[in-house]
């Protein structure tokens, strides 16, 4: 009998991969660079300990991630704020399932906490 399930909320709760896929390349051109989709894939699944120095490979050792990730989190803010985020199909009925059926859920993401609980609220 399954008594507690574990999601992870990027990808399969809330498709907020998709955002990072496209303001990556968004935040890079407004600092005067150039990201490949190919790139940007990569960029999706790095954690902060990883990203910096994957950028310093592809742009030098001068690249300042932080301007260039703070640039990211502004652009795709502000478009989270004004489009909202949504759940992924199914996920919703899902949840409503196990509750019904007194299955425990939680939530797991490398997102912070402010994010994470920002984002469950925009998707409800």
Not at 1 to 24: N, P
Not at 75 to 94: F, Q, W, Y
Request: proline content about 3%.
């Amino acid at each position: 009998m399954i008594q507690a399930v574990l999601f992870d909320m990027d990808g399969t709760l809330i498709d907020t991969e998709k955002y990072y896929r496209i303001f990556w390349p968004k935040a890079l051109a407004a600092c005067g660079y150039t990201m490949t989709d190919e790139q940007a894939l990569t960029m999706r699944s790095l954690g902060r300990p990883f990203a910096p120095r994957q950028l310093k490979d592809w742009y030098g050792e001068d690249f300042d991630y932080y301007v260039v990730r703070d640039k990211r989190k502004e652009m795709m803010e502000e478009t989270l704020d004004r489009e909202g985020i949504k759940c992924k199909p199914g996920a919703v009925e899902l949840l409503e399932d196990l509750k019904k059926r007194h299955i425990t859920a939680a939530v797991a993401t490398a997102t912070d906490l402010e994010r994470t609980e920002k984002y469950l609220a925009m998707a409800g």
